[in-house]
């Protein structure tokens, strides 16, 4: 993210010294799509991260079902009948496969973490957890199966297990959960920009450098806004200066039926290659 940052303060610095023809603007574009390229890959194996996540939790909603078919009343007495073990054995089993599935899954998303571009140290550590879990409640589930072939042990005692492995689960899940809300939060420190509407005298009394934007600029003076979703802002002014540095093809100025503009975004990723920041002057 700070090498994207970085990249996009030069190429903003350098193009004001370069034409859209020079060598110089044409070298530093094509790095910064290929910057730009990157992040969009580091997006698309979030996403895919977050769906493989999702799987597992579904799996283990699944779980949580079959856990509940084997609770039983404590007040029951004596061993369980054939049915009743029967239903214990298919249960357990179901339970078996889930977390074998569950297992494969985490070994899935954790290759992609190491091979892919999009790095995540929490997400690396909850995957590293996650595995050892799965392994510790494999032999619990095999310890489980060698109770019901005992006919000294009563119900009471498969309780007690079954409600431990419930409640690891659950830990289980909010250890996911801390985990996608990671993941949440910086694909939306990716996609966060920048936008605000003012008159030369709020720019100046502002002390907003349009040159070193970035070292300027409190982020708290403008409006933030997820880049994917702006399409439009609403200028409300017959007066519209773009100041920031954006190319020319990626946004349209259109002037509304009240002699009023808006600013059409065309192409999000174009139009947000050279900062993250957009200032208007309306006066």
Known sequence: MKKLLLASAIFAILFSSCGYESKEFKALKAKN????????QQIAEMNEYM???????NGFSAIKQSQDMLSISSSYEGQPNESLRTRFTNDLNTINQILADNKSKIAD???KVESGKFQSSELRRTVNRLTETLNQKNQELE?????????????????????TLLRKTADLEMEKNVNLQEIAKQD???????Y?????????E??????KMKSTIRNGMFTAADKRELDAVEINSKRARVLTKHPVSSYELRKKAD????LIIKNHTDFWSMSKYLLVRID
């Open 259 to 262: 002699k009023t503009y808006t």
């Open 143 to 163: 310890a489980l199966s060698a109770v019901l072939a005992k006919k000294d042990i009563t119900i009471d005692s498969l309780v007690v297990e079954t409600q």
């Open 188 to 194: 939306a420190d990716l996609n966060r920009v920048y």
């Open 33 to 40: 799509d290929s910057i730009l390229a990157v992040q969009e």
């Open 109 to 111: 998303l954790e290759k």
């Open 51 to 57: 769906a493989l996540v999702q799987e597992i939790d």
């Open 206 to 211: 502002s002390n907003i450098d349009v040159d």
């Open 196 to 204: 605000k509407l003012a008159t030369r005298k709020e720019i100046k």
